[in-house]
C-alpha cells in the first residue's frame, strides 16, 4: 500500500502508479478527500525493490498482510469506502434501503411495488428477473422480459435498480437496467462470474453464501477489485447452523467484524434468514443499530399471492411505517436514509 502526501499532485500519483505498472505489478488507486491510496498487488520482492518510498509525493509504503489488499481497512486507513449510486450515496454516513419483490411477475405487481418502495422512501428498488431455485422444476424468472419491467419501473420512479445476475453470457443485458448487480450466495465463489462483473465497472452486491466465512466472502470482493470495480458491497443474508426453528441463523456478529475487517459497505438481508414476514423487522432494527450500512429487504403488494418466497416477503402496504422504524434504528448507529431524488 503507498499512501501518497496530502499535497501530493495528479502526476507525481501518475508516476507511482506507472513504475508500479512496469514492474509487471497492479496499480489500483484509492482516492480520498485527504488522500490518496495506490494499491500495489504483485510479487512483494519486486514491489520492494522499486524503493516507492523515496518518490516525489509518497507519504509511506506500507505492506498488507491480509490474503485481501483491495478489500482490507488498512487499504484506506480505516476510512470507510463511500460511493454514489445513481445519486444515492452508499457507505459512511449513509444509509441505504432496498426493497422490493423478491422476483418480478408481471407489469401490474411490479410498478405497483416500485411506487410503494419510492412513496415509503427506501432508496433502491429489487427485483429479480433471473432466480437461482433449488428445484430445476421451480419458477426460474422472467429473464429478459422480466428485465424490460425492471425498466420500466426504473423509468416511472426514478429508483435505482438492483437485480442479479447468474450468468456471465447475461451481464450485459443486465448491466443496460441494473444500477447495482447483485451476485447471490450460490455464486458468491463463481469466481469467473466476479472477474466478469468486476469488469462490467457497474456497483456490485455479493451476498455471503450459507457456509462462507468472512475471509472468504473478502475474497470474492477481491475478484471484483482488482478489476478496478471500487462499488463493492458485502451482504450478511444468514448462514446454515444447527439450528432449525428458522431458516438461517442472521449473523449478526459479522457486522463490526466486517466493519474492522474492511472499508466496504455492509447490507444485511433479513428476509432470506428470517423465512417468515414477523421476523423481518426486529432483525432489520437490530441489524441498522448494529452499525450496518443498508438493508435489503423483499416487499410485495400481495405477498399470500407471491410466486416464490411470499412468507418471508412484508406487505407494501405496510412499508412506510417499517422504513420509519428502520430509520430510527440507524440513527442509533449515527446513520441516515440518503437522499432519494
Known sequence: MIVMKSTATAEETAAVVERVNRAGARAHVSPGEELTVIGAIGNRERIARLRLEGLPGVDSVVPILKPYKLASSELRHGRASVFEIAGRRVGGPNFALIAGPCTVESREQTLTAAYAVKDAGATMFRGGAYKPRSSPYAFQGLGRAGLRLLAE?????????????????????????????????????????????????????????????????????????????????????????????????????????????????????????????????????AAAAAGADGIIVEAHPAPDDAICDGPQALPTDGLDEYVAQVQQAAAVAGKALSAVG
Request: include cysteine; charge should be negative; glycine fraction near 6%.
Open 153 to 285: 419501473a426504473k423509468a416511472e420512479t426514478g429508483l435505482p435498480i438492483v437485480t442479479e445476475v447468474l450468468d456471465a453470457r447475461e451481464i450485459e443485458h443486465v448491466a443496460e437496467v441494473a444500477d447495482v448487480i447483485q451476485i447471490g450466495a450460490r455464486n458468491m465463489q463463481n469466481y469467473s462470474l466476479l472477474t466478469e462483473v468486476g469488469l462490467s465497472g457497474i456497483p456490485v452486491l455479493i451476498k455471503r453464501g450459507l457456509s462462507a466465512t468472512l475471509d472468504e466472502l473478502l475474497l470474492s470482493a477481491e475478484y471484483v477489485l482488482k478489476e478496478g470495480n471500487h462499488a463493492v458491497m458485502l451482504c450478511e443474508r444468514g448462514i446454515r447452523t444447527f439450528e432449525t426453528a428458522y431458516r438461517f441463523t442472521l449473523d449478526l456478529t459479522a457486522i463490526p467484524v466486517l466493519k474492522q475487517l474492511t472499508h466496504l459497505p455492509v447490507i444485511v438481508d433479513p428476509s432470506h434468514a428470517a423465512g417468515r414476514r414477523e421476523f423481518v423487522t426486529p432483525l432489520s432494527l
